[in-house]
T-cell receptor
């Protein structure tokens, strides 16, 4: 199953923009890049998904360059409540492995006052 | 988005016993999955719950230990059999649900099991 690489942890302060980069050198043509957020004692929550270029929603932006070997999740003006684990995943659209997610260790983001 | 309810949300279990976790979805979904998250670890896929047929297990997981049922398109159960302390984990149900931007994978809140 698909693997991604991302920093183990990051620290930030309230009001700052946070960018978390994920490496996925062997991404397949059918793979989308999906980011999830997980708070302690909760299941992962979908944040954003993209295939290439830039996607923005009310929570975050996702930048994927043309070669698609990496992606960057951008969280604008973080608050204390954004402290969580963030997972970057390759998500095969269609095919026999669709829906089967391979989670790495994720990035522990800690937002300080 | 799909709303997923899991029961129990938390339980303390005796070694050697079995516990069944339920996953109820508010809409019909084709694909349902079960994951495990051990303390301090990431999520690991246990199996795909197939409606009307036997579940498909990932490497390292077997039906005798984790029997799964999927009687219809909105419900599934995962049983953790003959539990040991190593089975203390969060067990999560996930589904592929439709959304405006395409299919999205949703997770339940998880069932926290502690085996003593």
């Amino acid at each position: 199953l698909a693997k991604t690489t991302q920093p183990i942890s990051m620290d930030s302060y309230e009001g700052q923009e946070v960018n978390i980069t994920c490496s996925h050198n062997n991404i397949a043509t059918n793979d989308y890049i999906t980011w999830y957020q997980q708070f302690p004692s909760q299941g992962p929550r979908f944040i954003i998904q993209g295939y290439k270029t830039k996607v923005t929603n009310e929570v975050a932006s996702l930048f994927i360059p043309a070669d698609r070997k990496s992606s960057t999740l951008s969280l604008p003006r973080v608050s204390l409540s954004d402290t969580a684990v963030y997972y970057c995943l390759r998500d095969a659209a269609g095919g026999t492995s669709y829906g089967k997610l391979t989670f790495g260790q994720g990035t522990i983001l800690t937002v300080h006052p | 988005s799909a709303v997923i309810s899991q029961k129990p949300s938390r339980d303390i279990c005796q070694r050697g016993t079995s516990l069944t976790i339920q996953c109820q979805v508010d809409s019909q979904v084709t694909m349902m999955f079960w994951y495990r998250q051990q303390p301090g670890q990431s999520l690991t896929l246990i199996a795909t719950a197939n409606q009307g047929s036997e579940a498909t297990y990932e490497s390292g997981f077997v039906i005798d230990k984790f029997p799964i049922s999927r009687p219809n398109l909105t419900f599934s159960t995962l049983t953790v059999s003959n539990m040991s302390p190593e089975d203390s984990s969060i067990y999560l149900c996930s589904v592929v649900g439709g959304s405006l931007s395409g299919n999205t994978i949703y997770f339940g809140e998880g069932s926290w099991l502690t085996v003593v």
